[in-house]
């Protein structure tokens, strides 16, 4: 037994001194952040926000590559697919929570086959009305709805996208008949609203903010618990009696499972130093964004609590990609 002891022992010190080693050499060469999506989009610009803070923070060049296509599926399966030692991570939204309960053929296992690294962000959705329309305020269109089922619409940049899953759920915790009207892309589907082909999209507020002031537009109501700083006067669905609008956009960090430990934890390290950075705060504010940075099992626990969310959600709400 006093061998076996001695051993143990001996092997647990190796271990701890192998991963202390693995810490202090990671990286080891450039770090690169996949995002599934074009340049330009909210994703690019948060996660190129951070590009510098974290090659300084890291010692190495950070290296930033859109992937876009299929519904972010194309640069997430490549990033699952990659060597796992942390050079190569990705930066998500909330397609990656959604996509498991909209695609049975992912060419990946979400859950499986990626790690946390750290939350990053969340931004609200505001529930923007044509400004031609009479509706004031969040009651009177949900009056309006409840009395001519079916007559009014939403629109939404495509079907799994976040401006349609805030459209279904606003129909769920609400039970209007609401048709939707999906077109490809946000741009088109602002477009659709601003010349009032559809009478009802969410959006982001930033996006909204220019066409507001315009009077162009109407926000009736802002998903999340408290109010944007952005536009102050729009009320939450919750302060107008309206439940269960948890349809916030999201971002995370991810690494492909089998990642080192010490490489996750450096990478958080890195993040949330780049995060700190007041040049990023400041910039993130003015897009009305929450950064929200987590430990790794923080994050992987939500991670996999925010997929079986919506798994669940789309599969009653019968949700399908066309």
């Excluded at 490549?78 to 049975?104: C, E, K, S, W, Y």
């Excluded at 220019?210 to 009736?220: D, G, I, S």
Aim: net charge neutral.
């Amino acid at each position: 037994m006093k061998i076996l002891r001695t051993i143990s022992t001996a092997l647990s010190m190796c271990l701890f001194a192998c991963t202390g080693a693995v810490a202090a050499d990671f990286p080891t060469r450039p770090v690169k952040v996949v995002i599934p999506y074009s340049a330009g989009g909210t994703s690019d610009i948060l996660g190129r926000l951070v590009q510098g803070p974290l090659s300084e923070n890291l010692g190495q060049s950070v290296i930033i590559e859109n992937k876009p296509g299929g519904a972010s599926v194309i640069g997430t399966s490549q990033v699952a697919r990659v060597t796992p030692d942390g050079h190569t991570i990705l930066f998500a939204d909330l397609a990656l929570l959604v996509n498991p309960g909209l695609m049975a053929d992912l060419p990946y296992d979400t859950t499986k086959d990626f790690r946390a690294i750290t939350g990053f962000a969340k931004a609200p959705l505001v529930l923007l009305i044509n400004g031609d329309l009479p509706f004031n305020s969040l009651p009177e269109l949900i009056d309006y709805a409840k009395k001519n089922p079916g007559k009014l619409n939403f629109g939404s940049g495509g079907y799994g996208s976040s401006t349609h899953i805030a459209g279904e759920l606003f129909k769920k915790v609400t039970g209007l008949d609401i048709m939707h009207v999906p077109f490809q892309g946000v741009a088109p589907a602002m477009t659709a609203i601003l010349s009032g082909q559809v009478e009802i999209y969410f959006g982001g507020t930033t996006t909204a903010l220019q066409h507001l002031r315009e009077k162009r537009l109407k926000a009736l109501a802002i998903t999340g618990n408290q109010r944007n700083t952005l536009i102050p006067d729009v009320p939450t669905f919750k302060e107008q009696s309206v439940d269960g609008m948890n349809a916030d956009t999201y971002w995370g960090v991810y690494a492909p499972a089998g990642t080192p430990d010490a490489a996750i934890v450096r990478l958080n390290q890195a993040f949330e130093a780049a995060m700190k950075d007041p040049k990023v705060k400041e910039r993130v504010d003015q897009f009305g964004i929450e950064l929200i940075h987590n430990s790794p099992e923080e994050q992987d626990k939500a991670f996999r609590q925010m997929v079986d969310y919506w798994s669940r959600f789309i599969k009653e709400t019968g949700i399908k990609v066309q």
